[in-house]
């Protein structure tokens, strides 16, 4: 992603921008595959029985100001924040990060509860929605392993998950190419800079959130309505 300005546009370009972003584009990658995916992965079950709790799940998808979005967006999703992980710097910030030598993805730490939504669920709104996992080590505009297509498990269960939903994805040859997410252990999370946070609400007339991250949460909207947080 750019280094951080935020730009107000007026009413109009910023109109004009979303309508000219095209689903093909790595703004959206798997909106690109669009009816594709809906119609060969099935929307994943809803937890039943479940007692209500506390989990937490990492995921590396590009820039996380979109990914962010699209888990903050989900019922029975707590929170999620914008950081680090997968790199080996005990102090990573955005500046090292972004200097592609430390390892790091840019990441996003999902707090959810079990009973209200699975870890399948969140991996199918991953996978299908949040970015394009066929992209290596770049997603969209931004480029390096900073940007990398990453799942970091923290039990041997989300492991298993995870590659068995890319095994699913993979037989049902829904994307054009090779699936290259990474899925390693969670060896540490690092939250980013506090002006990341929250940063498409606080800046959804940016350039790059309008072109890049707008189309993912209108997707999400559309394929899995009922997964997306009721407003009051």
């Known amino acids: 992603m750019p280094m951080v300005h935020s730009v107000v546009l007026p009413a109009f370009t910023v109109a004009a921008l979303a309508a000219a972003v095209s689903f093909s584009s790595g703004a959206s990658g798997a909106a690109a595959a669009g009816d594709s995916i809906s119609a060969a992965m099935p929307a994943e079950r809803p937890p039943v029985g479940v007692a209500a709790a506390s989990d937490t799940a990492v995921f590396a998808g590009g820039c996380f100001w979109g990914v962010e979005a699209v888990f903050e967006s989900l019922e029975g999703v707590t929170d999620a924040v914008s950081g680090y992980a997968g790199g080996s710097d005990a102090s990573p910030s ?120 707008m189309p993912k949460l209108e997707e999400l909207r559309k394929r899995y309505p009922d997964l997306v947080r009721r407003t009051s």
């Open 94 to 213: 955005y500046d090292k990060v972004s200097s592609g030598t430390t390892g790091h993805a840019e990441s996003v730490r999902v707090v959810y509860d079990p009973s209200r939504i699975s870890y399948d669920q969140l991996l199918q709104v991953f996978f299908t929605v949040a970015h394009d996992p066929t992209e290596l080590n770049r997603q969209g505009p931004d480029v390096g392993t900073q940007y990398r297509s990453a799942v970091f498990y923290r039990s041997p269960a989300q492991r298993e998950a995870a590659e068995r939903y890319i095994g699913k994805l993979r037989d049902a040859k829904v994307w054009p190419g090779k699936i290259v997410t990474e899925v390693s252990a969670l060896k540490g999370f690092h939250p980013a800079e506090e002006y990341h946070q929250n940063y498409l609400v606080r800046h959804p007339t940016q350039p790059y959130i309008v072109v890049n991250d």
